[in-house]
């Protein structure tokens, strides 16, 4: 298990200052505190870059309510709102089931069920012994068309089922790399499942 302790300080690298100041660089005088998201996605990479799990400390946190001239809680606000940011620790692949409407008629359970299988856990947000994997439960991933979606870390799997899943964890867990993002059934982008249904070749009447 990721049991990361929060840092007990924290200041952007040089490659994530160049990133801030580039964000903050886009708002003019006085609106500095619109780049609060950006701000918390740089945190959030170098965490990754340095310890290998990609999180927002608190700590961070409050050097980006200093660097925006922000109070503490509104960036604290913004952080535990949104799915994207991780307020503790997660394992080196973020597995981020979506289990609404559409995923879930896809057969999502097939994949959450494929996820606790291969990582060894039990529940959404706990990581697995070997820090490998966190799952968590994800609200709509905006991909329905080729659902079920599995986002590992900033990659969309998409046509995802429980062989698929399994495969593509177990290749993970061997030491292997991730895949290609995007449809692992083979269609291209979001064409229909069963392929072309229009604009398909015709034979010209015989005269």
Same mark, same amino acid.
């Given at each position: 298990?990721?049991?990361? %302790?929060?840092?007990?300080?924290?200041?952007? &690298?040089?490659? #994530?200052?160049? =990133?801030?100041? @580039?964000? *903050?660089?886009? !708002?003019?005088?006085?609106?500095?505190?619109?780049?609060?998201?950006?701000?918390?996605?740089?945190?959030?990479?170098?965490?990754?870059?340095?310890?290998?799990? %990609?999180?927002?400390?608190?700590?961070?946190? &409050?050097?980006? #309510?200093?660097? =925006?001239?922000? @109070?503490? *809680?509104?960036? !604290?606000?913004?952080?535990?709102?949104?799915?994207?940011?991780?307020?503790?620790?997660?394992?080196?692949?973020?597995?981020?089931?979506?289990?609404?409407?559409?995923?879930?008629?896809?057969?999502?359970?097939?994949?959450?069920? #494929?996820?606790?299988?291969?990582?060894?856990?039990?529940?959404?947000?706990?990581?697995?012994?070997?820090?490998?994997?966190?799952?968590?439960?994800?609200?709509?991933?905006?991909?329905?068309?080729?659902?079920?979606?599995?986002?590992?870390?900033?990659?969309?799997?998409?046509?995802?089922?429980?062989?698929?899943?399994?495969?593509?964890?177990?290749?993970?867990?061997?030491?292997?790399?991730?895949?290609?993002?995007?449809?692992?059934?083979?269609?291209?982008?979001?064409?229909?499942?069963?392929?072309?249904?229009?604009?398909?070749?015709?034979?010209?009447?015989?005269?």
């Amino acid at each position: 298990m990721n049991t990361q %302790a929060e840092p007990k300080s924290f200041e952007f &690298d040089t490659e #994530a200052e160049a =990133l801030v100041t @580039a964000a *903050i660089a886009h !708002y003019p005088m006085g609106k500095q505190a619109s780049a609060v998201m950006p701000l918390l996605d740089i945190a959030q990479r170098q965490m990754a870059r340095h310890t290998g799990s %990609a999180w927002v400390p608190r700590v961070a946190m &409050d050097v980006i #309510a200093k660097r =925006l001239g922000m @109070a503490p *809680i509104r960036v !604290y606000e913004v952080a535990t709102f949104y799915l994207m940011y991780n307020t503790k620790p997660v394992g080196k692949y973020h597995l981020q089931v979506c289990t609404t409407t559409p995923c879930w008629l896809r057969g999502s359970d097939d994949v959450v069920a #494929a996820c606790k299988s291969q990582a060894g856990i039990s529940e959404f947000g706990e990581t697995s012994a070997n820090g490998l994997f966190t799952m968590s439960e994800v609200e709509c991933l905006g991909a329905c068309v080729n659902a079920p979606i599995l986002q590992i870390n900033d990659d969309y799997f998409e046509d995802m089922d429980g062989v698929r899943t399994e495969v593509l964890l177990g290749d993970l867990k061997a030491g292997g790399a991730l895949p290609p993002a995007g449809s692992t059934a083979g269609r291209s982008g979001s064409a229909p499942a069963t392929g072309l249904t229009a604009l398909l070749p015709t034979t010209e009447p015989a005269e």
